[in-house]
């Protein structure tokens, strides 16, 4: 179960990395941009969570838990990002005490999104066939071990 909640964690970590990014000035474009931003990040859940689905092999009497588990990824990429845009709006002019409190924002966005994530995706991994289950454990673990290989990357 562990290696289910790191793994799902990682679902968020490309987003927060976002975050850390610094934000372009305002101007008439940047309005524009952010929602291209935002049009790309969702059709990457959205990618994700279809190959998700393709690598668990979610079967016809688990659509209803699965449902559950994509509607949850949806929302809470909208959460997180809503979290990284009102970080990048008042990063220009933020104190460091304005940006530290936006990046916490961000941080707990993400950390009870990673537990709703967990609850949902919960039920639906005890419903799952051995053979899906080490499925599922594998998907998460390798993502995870990519993560990490990522975050050693950027430092």
Do not use: C
């Amino acid at each position: 179960m562990k290696i289910i909640v790191a793994a799902l964690a990682s679902t968020f970590l490309i987003s927060g990395a976002l975050a850390q990014s610094p934000a372009a000035p305002p101007s008439p474009t940047a309005s524009t941009h952010a929602m291209k931003a935002d049009a790309r990040r969702d059709m990457k859940v959205e990618q994700h969570i279809k190959e998700l689905r393709a690598k668990l092999k979610i079967t016809a009497a688990e659509e209803t838990q699965w449902a559950a588990v994509a509607k949850t990824m949806r929302d809470n990429a909208t959460t997180l990002d809503t979290a990284i845009d009102k970080r990048e709006a008042i990063i220009h002019n933020a104190t460091a005490i304005d940006d530290l409190n936006a990046y916490a924002d961000i941080a707990q966005a993400h950390a009870d999104a990673v537990k709703k994530l967990s609850a949902v995706f919960s039920p639906l991994y005890a419903s799952m066939s051995d053979t899906q289950k080490k499925v599922a454990d594998e998907v998460f673990a390798q993502r995870a071990h990519e993560r990490k290989h990522e975050h050693r990357a950027m430092k």
